[in-house]
Every structure is written in C-alpha cells, then in structure tokens.
C-alpha cells in the first residue's frame, strides 16, 4: 500500500485542490431554449475545461475531481414543467444503472465515437480532452508511466490491467461529472481478470505487487465520494460484485475476486461496496475469506443466493444470458448490466400500514382470524395500487454519454424496464397480526376495542398488555411456524398484488424485500402497532427483525427468514444481522461466522449482510466523533462512517441486535 497517499486521502488533503464554479447555467440556457440534451452535453463540456489535472505523489491511478458542485441546467420554473407534465423520479437524473464497462475499454472510445450519435460523439470528444490535460500534467511531473498509459487510453483499448483500471476510473469519473449518480461498477472480477490473468503469465506482476496497484485503484473510489451524497454521505452506490456463474454455469470467482476483498480489507474505507454472489456449490473456504473482509468491520460483503436469484429472474421474464449475468444497483436491488433500464426502487409498500388500517377499520367487526387477515391482505392491495399509481410518463434527464455505453436507446428504455417496490416493516406487520391472531382470536385476553384502544393512547395507560405485546408474543426470528408463516403469507399477498401490473414503459412490477429509509419514513406515517412497538419507533431494516424482538440467535433468525418464497418477491432486500465486534476475536469465531453465512444459502435464503459492531465505541463516538472518523457501519444497501450520520441513522444502528455465536 502507498501508505503516503492513503493518508493523504484519508485526511481529506486532496480537498485543497477544488473549487466551486458560479454559473447560473440554467438561466443562460432557458434564455437561450437549448434542449435537456444539448444543456447536458454544454455543461458537461464546461465542467471537463473546467477540471484541473491534479496528479498526486505517487499515485497509480489518477483523475481526480477539482470542481465540487455540478451547476443547474434546469430551473425552478422548468423543474415544476418537468414534474407536472412527467413522472420524475427521485432527482430526474440516471441512475442505478450498471453500463458496459467491457466493450468500451476492450476497444477504446474512439471507436465507440464511431457509432455514437452526435451528443454522444462530444461527450467522447470532451473525456479525451481532459485525458490529454492529464498526460500532458504526467510529462510536466515526469511520470513516464503515466505519459503512456494515457496515450493509449481512453483513446484506444487497454492493452494490460493497469491501462484497463485507469480507464475505468475516466468512465466512472466521467458519469459522476456528466451528472448521473448511484453508478455502479458491475462484474469487476469478470470483466478485469483478463487483462490481470495476462499480465500475471507474463510476469508483470506478483501477488503482492498486483494487490497495490488495486489498492491504489480502490482508493479512487474514495477521492470523491464525499461529493456523491444520497439519502446520507455514504449513500453514493458505488456497488461492485464479484463471484458467481457465467452463462455456462461456471464459476467466476478468482484470483482478482480475492484481491479485491483483501485490498478492501487493507483500505478500511467505504467504497467500493463488495457484493459476492454464492450457491450451494461455494466453497466453505470462501465464507471464511470474505467473513474476515466482515471482520474488517465495513458492512460488507452483501451476498446474493445464485441458486434463488437467477430462476426467479428468469420466473419474471429475463432471459438466461441475462439473468445468470445479474449484478445489484446502489444497494441490493438486483439490475442487468449493459441493456437492463429496471427502476429498482420507484416505490415502497408498507405492510404495518396495511395492519393499522386492518386494525382501526376492520377488527371490531371481523369474527375470526381469517377474516381480519383477508381485510389485511385487501388493504396490502390498496397500497400496492397507492404506490404503483401516478407513475405514468416516466422520464429523465438525456445522459449522451451513458447513452454511450449502454447496448440499448436509454433514453426510451432498455431491454428490460421493470419497476422495483419495496415492502417496508415485514417483522413489524408479521408479530402484530401473531399478537392478534393469539390473543384476540385463540385465547380471547385481550380485547378488540381494549387493543385498539392502547395502540391509539401508545400503551401509556397500559403497560402490562405493552409489556405482553412487546416482550411475550410470538416474534419473527425464532423459528416459530407460528408467526414465520404470516410473514410468509404477506410476502405472497403482496407479490400477487403486484403480478399482473404493466408499467407505463411495458415492464412489470416486481415486489422486493429491501426497505431502504423507509423503515424510518413508514414507521413515522403511523403510530404505536399491535407487536408492542410504540410511536415513534423505527421498523427493522429491510427484510430483518424487529429492533425489540427477543429472539433466541441467529441461527433462529435464519431460519426463520429463509422459509419465505423468495421467487416471488426478487427486487431484492437482504436479511441483515449484527455481530458484535468480540466474535471475530480468533479465527474460531470467524469460521462460526463463515458457517453460519454458508447456512443461510443452503437454506435458500436470497440475500444477507453482515454488520459488525461495537456499541460502546458507538455511544463514545456520538460523544467523540473527531476519535472514530473511520468508524464504518451498514446502513440499509451500503456502508457509511458512523459519524458522518444524521443521529437517527446513528441510534438505528445502535438498537440493533448484537448476536454472539
């Protein structure tokens, strides 16, 4: 590792090298009538003269933002056109997509130029220009090196690994500064072990010395993530993936699969995101490799269930090239590289919501169980109908140079344009119909009025039936047919609530597990639930748990998590457990873990991640930020510093579970 300028990163020192631009963009261009198109191609025309080449010491891997805030092209009044005529979602902008990084760098962008359309033509124009900007800072620095490495690309294809790493990191760089966001990185170990494998027969590199020129690339990620904000810092979808089959059901996993786990593990920081799809057919060994990138402490990696994923995707209408090829979005959602134009996250569903309803419109005069759950399964249709309304005339802002890399027109569409919802608050819903089914309707304790009663005044004249609900009923994660079979029935509700469903670009819409910050956002649309949770309180994050929940272990809560049909309900949303740090103190405990990973696949579980924690260095570092900026925890689909959350992410976190094995 170039210890020297992993702190330089690290210390934010490379932050003196930008500046902000003033340009009232947008005026200029509503003044003049340019179109989405030509305003995206001016600006990102503007903003590539506009960046300084800044190659810093030592540095393998070069490109480095200088300008830190993309001026508007659109303005208010525009905006409000945009969004009273369309369907904007989220900032208008592309996102999620995962583009054919392949092709481009195996034949270089001027053959690329040669069928892009004239947009496209000047995006590739602009992105050479500022490449010569960094060669000709690489001869005034003397970096020979680097005086031919960008000689050949991004002009012409790469011809080592190196060439096909800094090529990369322009067309990341280079999809951030045209204005799209969430870009994510694809099968990186299937697309680069080429060029690794060939340089490696030819002796250009060992082990150690391939290692450091990837760390050194892992590290680019980290130069400007800061200035990629979503929901929270950290929220920036950089998402790489690793492992799985090809078309022919061979495995990918290899040499650079490894190096990228341990370069992360030695980096320690944020990004990129590692994502490792499994099966059945995984090796344990490699559980207990990725369970010390776990150790590491970054959230990270996410695992993805090959053996689930790739027939449910089929079940829903991809084609086996592209399914056996699947790589995940920002977070978890599940998205088709190159020609895949799914919007994997346009909508959510709240399943406690539908109970609340259920419970304030429905119970008193439901005379059994059955009754009141078929009204719950009615107000899970009416809210899957809520969030798929509205979303008519879908557009977003012309990319020219994402437009480039994708094998499809992006701006109509791709071959695949599905929408994604998710279903929020899954443990929540699940234990509030148990506690209803078991006391209500089989032992008669509590009564229907008395229950609402206390959900409506937040049990606080009620603490004996608080403390039933919330610590003595039945709850998701112990392994209780009981309340594991409700869960599994509203999964299958609201999956068949969506079946059926055309979207306004042709495609389906396909229900997820994941919950994104909704478990914070749903959790505040309602008050106290029959579960025992009160007002206020946060749902479990995506498909987990609820906070409060005593459940006996992990072990328990796999298995009751993997009993669901996953097949019907593949956006994505992985069960997430928290270990507490002390597990991971020898290498028995890593092993356990490693297992305990193993398991949950050969369960059938479809998706899961692992957070390790430390509560006390959690409460000193609220106190004490300036002590634990490198404190890394898992959000909902991806890893942050701790310190540079909002509280209420913070103390999320904390409540979570700690589990031992």
Not at 138 to 155: C, F, M, N, S, Y
Not at 351 to 374: I, M, Q, S
Not at 556 to 580: C, D, R, W, Y
Request: with cysteine.
């Amino acid at each position: 590792m170039n210890s020297r300028l992993y702190q330089f990163i690290l210390n934010k020192q490379h932050h003196a090298y930008r500046h902000r631009v003033d340009w009232d963009l947008a005026g200029e261009y509503s003044a003049a009538g340019l179109s989405p198109v030509e305003r995206m191609a001016d600006r990102f025309e503007r903003l590539c003269k506009e960046e300084k080449a800044v190659i810093l010491e030592g540095e393998q891997i070069v490109f480095l933002r200088t300008v830190e805030n993309l001026p508007a092209i659109f303005t208010d009044a525009e905006w409000e056109h945009f969004r009273a005529t369309y369907y904007i979602h989220e900032l208008g902008f592309m996102s999620n997509l995962s583009p054919n990084y392949y092709d481009t760098i195996a034949v270089g962008l001027l053959a690329k130029r040669e069928t892009a359309d004239e947009d496209g033509k000047r995006a590739i124009d602009n992105i050479i220009a500022l490449s010569d900007k960094y060669r000709n800072e690489a001869k005034r620095q003397g970096r020979d090196d680097l005086v031919e490495i960008l000689t050949q690309v991004p002009r012409y294809k790469a011809r080592n690994f190196r060439e096909a790493l800094q090529f990369f990191r322009i067309i990341h760089y280079a999809l951030w500064l045209e204005g799209n966001y969430h870009n994510t990185i694809g099968r990186f170990d299937k697309y680069m072990y080429p060029y690794l494998k060939a340089d490696m027969e030819q002796g250009l590199y060992t082990r150690e010395t391939a290692l450091e020129l990837l760390e050194d690339f892992f590290l680019s990620f980290n130069k400007d993530s800061d200035i990629y904000v979503g929901v929270q810092q950290g929220d920036n979808g950089q998402s790489m993936m690793l492992g799985g089959v090809d078309e022919d059901g061979n495995d990918v996993f290899n040499l650079l699969s490894e190096l990228c786990m341990q370069a992360s593990c030695n980096n320690k920081m944020i990004d990129p995101k590692i994502n490792l799809r499994v099966s059945k057919n995984t090796p344990p060994e490699r559980y207990t490799l990725a369970t010390h990138l776990t150790r590491a402490g970054l959230g990270f990696p996410q695992y993805s269930n090959d053996d689930v994923v790739i027939p449910a995707l089929e079940k829903l209408g991809y084609e086996h090239k592209d399914a056996v090829n699947y790589v995940t979005a920002a977070c978890w959602e599940f998205i088709i590289p190159n020609v895949g134009a799914d919007v994997d996250n346009i909508a959510a569903m709240s399943y406690p919501k539908a109970v609340d309803t259920a419970l304030h419109n429905d119970l008193v005069r439901c005379g059994t169980y059955e009754e009141f759950f078929a009204c719950v399964c009615d107000e899970i249709k009416k809210e899957s109908d809520k969030a798929c309304s509205g979303l008519d005339n879908l557009w977003f802002v012309p990319s020219p140079f994402m437009n480039v890399l994708m094998d499809c027109d992006i701006y109509t569409g791709g071959k695949y344009n599905n929408f994604g919802v998710h279903g929020t608050g899954i443990a929540t819903a699940a234990d509030s119909l148990a506690a209803i089914k078991k006391y209500v309707f089989e032992e008669g304790s509590v009564g229907k009025e008395e229950l609402i009663r206390a959900v409506d005044e937040n049990f606080e004249n009620t603490p004996e039936l608080l403390h039933k609900l919330r610590f003595e009923a039945p709850k998701l994660g112990n392994n209780d047919d009981f309340v594991d079979s409700i869960a599994t029935e509203l999964l299958d509700t609201f999956a068949a609530c969506l079946a059926g469903k055309v979207n306004c670009r042709g495609g389906i819409f396909r229900a997820g597990t994941g919950s994104a910050m909704y478990y914070l956002w749903h959790a505040n649309e309602i008050g106290a639930s029959p579960d025992g949770r009160r007002a206020k309180e946060p749902f479990g994050t995506n498909y987990s748990v609820s906070l409060f929940a005593k459940v006996k272990g992990p072990v328990s809560v796999i298995a009751s998590m993997t009993k669901q049909h996953f097949e019907n309900a593949i956006n994505g949303g992985p069960l997430t457990l928290e270990f507490h740090q002390s597990i991971f103190a020898d290498e028995d405990g890593v092993e356990k873990v490693g297992r305990l990973v193993k398991t949950f696949i050969d369960r059938g579980g479809h998706q899961l991640q692992l957070n390790t924690v430390n509560l006390e260095r959690m409460l000193d570092a609220q106190k004490h930020p300036e002590d634990h900026r490198q404190l890394v925890v898992r959000i909902w689909g991806w890893s942050a510093y701790f310190v540079e959350l909002d509280k209420e992410y913070q103390d999320h976190v904390i409540a979570r579970q700690a589990y031992t094995v």
